[in-house]
């Protein structure tokens, strides 16, 4: 409440400073410490004490908090940036088709940084875990709880779509639909005014042309309809072929859950309907 940030090179000169520390072989830090953020990222917040600027510790901490630039690793006095990371190859995913679903944007590319802001806020707002030695700019490995159990997510940004897989081999609906629901609160929560640029996809299913390119099936996006649709049908991202969403597909957003409530419902109502056929028959026959 005591500053106004109208020049946002403040923040870079920070981050900047932040680095030189960890990566100045005269500044007294330990390998094991310099390795930890370059190869994930972390660093300890007592290199902030040596970052010189008109921000102390704490203020500079509060800024990039809210800019979503850092997130602190719970139980530990350490700090996550995936700014700074390195990027890394990208590999088709080689699980089902419905182990993974798609955020695609409108003007056709992925903002790396909105990437990782939402990172952040995934850790941060819902405690997703980091995952294994060695994380990059454009994939990060989690740990998402969900009824007291970790289950494996990778959160990778290609060029034109950002991928959430599971990375468990049997379907689980109800882990899918939270691991859905915390990755677009997280987006939608960062970037208000642009909510409507985002939409959900799945790969499709079919080897498709467009423009005299060919693309294999799974290997490329077919889109749904935004985040708060519950869509049964997805388009291909080049080709326009159409094709049906499975049950797997759908479990994501709640849709075979909801179902299932409803059938519950209806089976509730039969059976109140006949409860009082039995009640009036009875009084029939005393009658």
Not at 10 to 16: G, M, N, Y
Not at 222 to 237: H, N, R, W
Request: overall charge positive.
């Amino acid at each position: 409440n005591e500053y106004v940030i109208t020049d946002f090179q403040l923040i870079f000169d920070s981050i900047s400073m932040i680095i030189i520390q960890y990566f100045n072989s005269v500044s007294g830090l330990h390998l094991k410490h310099k390795n930890l953020f370059k190869q994930n990222g972390q660093f300890d917040a007592s290199v902030l004490r040596d970052v010189k600027g008109c921000l102390k510790k704490d203020e500079l901490l509060s800024l990039l908090h809210h800019r979503h630039i850092i997130s602190e690793i719970e139980g530990k006095d350490m700090f996550f940036m995936p700014s700074v990371l390195c990027n890394t190859k990208l590999s088709d995913n080689e699980l089902s088709n419905s182990s993974s679903f798609l955020v695609l944007f409108n003007h056709g590319y992925c903002p790396v940084g909105r990437f990782c802001a939402a990172t952040t806020k995934l850790i941060v707002e819902y405690k997703w875990e980091l995952r294994g030695e060695s994380q990059f700019r454009n994939k990060i490995n989690f740990y998402c709880k969900c009824s007291n159990k970790s289950y494996k997510v990778m959160f990778s940004a290609f060029p034109e779509h950002y991928e959430v897989c599971l990375m468990e081999k049997e379907e689980l609906p109800e882990v899918k639909y939270m691991i859905y629901g915390n990755i677009t609160k997280a987006l939608t929560a960062i970037y208000k005014d642009e909510n409507k640029s985002m939409s959900y996809g799945f790969y499709c299913p079919e080897k498709c042309t467009y423009k005299n390119a060919t693309y294999s099936k799974n290997q490329h996006p077919a889109t749904c309809g935004s985040f708060s649709d519950a869509s049964v049908e997805m388009k291909c991202y080049y080709g326009g072929f159409r094709s049906l969403l499975t049950k797997e597909h759908q479990q994501w957003f709640k849709q075979e859950q909801m179902g299932k409530e409803k059938d519950k419902i209806q089976d509730a109502d039969i059976a109140q309907i006949a409860g009082d056929l039995s009640h009036w028959q009875i009084v029939a026959k005393k009658l």
